[in-house]
């Protein structure tokens, strides 16, 4: 054992106050398992604007009380430093069912209290949007939320919201994790007496539940329609807020899928708890075939996204993906707006540069304002902030990994507005002798026919990751070292139209400066649009590199006025990507 392994494995012994997690490090050290001891101690466990999330386990790089009260003193320290009226304005924490979740949270709320500053506290499981939510009606510093979303049962995560209500973006990200790497003097924290505390204050859903009353339309029609809905809370902590939302839009009762109802940190019936992955919505069409339902909602488990089904007229199932939804969200957005008299100049929706371009192409048509941004909540809800400073109404963001936001009252993603704003408008849809997917096809008719297809190469190796995106940025070879890069200029048969690279920050799009408009991504991320000048069929690519898994992500759009030719083309686009661009056979790629 080296030395620097040696000393990281002592101050963990010394500082953890967790028998149990001591012990799993003692025990290592006992079977000289020097590489799992290696995994389990560095490097530490980062926290980014995501926060932090990872395995459950002993260790600096994994999550474990230490680590959750090391980043609670670090944020608080932060917070008192550099949010006015933080130590009177208090902060608020939550957390999901996932195991040690609720331990977590106490021991959260416990750093903050014992610096003298007041926390918001709920004594039950709470879905991720309440937290954000109870930030902006509190008037509160910064929230936290414990929960790993969708991740696997052995995860479990420390996501963090600013002052605005919106999750942390640059410099704060760096700022708080320089802040828990400060040396502090360790001391127990007093959890058994929290309780009593007169700076525990109680939070819970009433204000919350009155902002998704404000968002029903059609309470009459709803009570009225003989639609059927399953609803699968995929083992999370959506099904109780999910219940009270239904009534409150004066919707007839879901049918539940049974079996994923209630909270259960196991998740024993999926592999991955994400309504996106391939059969996680297997136990919910069983369910909707038994009662001859029309429609399937579902929520991530912490129930900030949400996705869903439709039945179609043969009886197979079509699921909607994460754009369609977006799209047809947009749609009943703009339709409400219009009914308001508002004019559509004062009207704004928000979506991330990986999502579809079908909102920017009705925009375009209708007159109201888009804009984009990079991937995540965490821009959406700063974005649609500074719309509204300049004067903007913007009832409607997303992105293309199913997170939704409505209204004006909460910037962030809620599969709970989310599956009621979407189950109103089929109603109205019924109503109209439509269905979700009828409606879809009218707007791609009225619009232009949009269709994506993401995917992803798997890739262990940084170096070669850098490599491929070294020869993008050069790939006739003849760019000059620091000049402007020379990147493809056609794909499958297309004349690419522009160029936006936000790792270099170059956009051929933006002249005389070519800086783009959104900010630097810290990974790789390079978007191409391309187009046949002939027919006006387009695609939109976009490649980046994970932030937390090894993987390069495609993002891939094609449109045009012929369905049947954007079909086809993806896959040729596709195949040239994976083939020419990504060289998956020389630099050894794993595909899904």
């Known amino acids: ?174 700022g708080i994790s320089a802040s828990i790497r400060e040396p502090r003097v360790s001391r127990p924290l007093n959890i058994d007496d929290l309780a009593d505390s007169p700076l525990l204050r109680k939070y819970d859903f009433e204000g919350y539940f009155e902002y998704i009353n404000t968002l029903c339309h059609y309470r009459t029609l709803n009570a009225i329609t003989p639609l059927k809905f399953v609803n699968t809370s995929m083992h999370g902590v959506s099904d109780s807020p999910m219940r009270k939302a239904f009534e409150l839009f004066g919707l007839p009762g879901y049918i539940p899928v049974v079996a994923q109802q209630k909270p259960d940190p196991e998740f024993p019936t999926v592999k991955f708890p994400n309504p996106e992955e391939k059969g996680a919505l297997d136990h919910a069409i069983a369910t909707a075939n038994e009662v001859n339902a029309d429609y399937i909602l579902a929520q991530d488990p912490d129930s900030d996204r949400f996705a869903a089904a439709e039945k179609g007229p043969e009886g197979k199932w079509i699921q909607f993906t994460g754009d369609q939804l977006g799209t047809l969200s947009a749609s009943a957005c703009l339709e409400k707006y219009k009914a308001s008299g508002e004019p559509l100049s004062k009207l704004a929706m928000v979506a991330s540069t990986v999502s579809s371009k079908m909102i920017e192409a009705i925009a375009h048509a209708e007159g109201f304002k888009f804009a984009e941004c990079l991937t995540g909540f965490k821009y959406i809800g700063n974005t649609a902030l500074a ?32 599956s009621v704003m979407f189950s109103e408008f089929v109603v109205t849809l019924q109503k109209a002798g439509k269905t979700a997917s009828a409606h879809l096809k009218e707007l791609y008719e009225r619009y232009g026919y949009f269709q994506t297809s993401n995917s992803y190469f798997i890739c262990t190796e940084p170096q070669t990751i850098d490599k491929i995106f070294a020869r993008l940025r050069n790939y006739d070879g003849q760019a000059a070292p620091g000049g402007t890069p020379h990147y493809p200029t056609t794909l499958a048969g297309l004349e690419i139209t522009s160029v936006r690279d936000l790792t270099v920050g170059y956009d051929s799009s933006n002249p005389p400066s070519y800086k783009p408009a959104l900010p630097l991504s810290s990974g790789h991320m390079i978007q191409f649009r391309a187009e046949n000048k002939v027919d006006g069929t387009k695609i939109t690519l976009t490649t980046r590199t994970s932030g937390t898994e090894p993987k390069i992500k495609y993002y891939l759009e094609g449109s045009g006025k012929d369905a049947d030719a954007v079909g086809p083309l993806l896959r040729r686009v596709v195949q040239e990507l994976s083939a020419q661009w990504m060289e998956t056979d020389k630099n050894g790629l794993g595909k899904p």
Not at 41 to 53: C, D, K, Q, V
Request: glycine share 8%; proline share 4%; net charge negative.
């Open 1 to 174: 054992m080296n030395a620097a392994l040696k000393d990281l494995i002592d101050q963990w012994l010394q500082l953890d106050p967790n028998e149990e997690t001591r012990s799993e490090i003692q025990d290592l050290v006992k079977d000289e398992n020097i590489a799992e001891l290696e995994r389990r101690m560095s490097p530490r466990i980062e926290f980014g604007t995501a926060g932090l999330r990872g395995r459950m386990e002993a260790g600096w790089a994994r999550m474990n009380d230490l680590i959750i009260i090391q980043a609670s003193q670090g944020l608080c320290a932060y917070v008192l430093k550099n949010v006015q009226d933080a130590q009177s304005r208090g902060v608020v924490v939550g957390h999901d069912h996932r195991h040690h979740s609720e331990k977590w949270a106490i021991l959260t709320a416990a750093a903050f209290i014992d610096q003298g500053v007041p926390v918001y506290f709920h004594d039950g499981l709470v879905h991720t949007p309440l937290v954000p939510f109870t930030v902006k009606t509190k008037n509160a510093a910064c929230g936290v939320m414990i929960t790993a979303s969708h991740n696997p049962k052995q995860d479990n995560g420390y996501k963090v919201y600013w002052e605005n209500a919106v999750q942390i973006i640059e410099p704060h990200d760096k």
């Open 387 to 418: 719309l509204e400073k300049e004067g903007f109404e913007v009832p409607f963001g997303y992105e293309e990994a199913i997170g939704f936001m409505f209204g004006n009252q909460l910037r962030d993603k809620d599969g709970v507005a989310a």
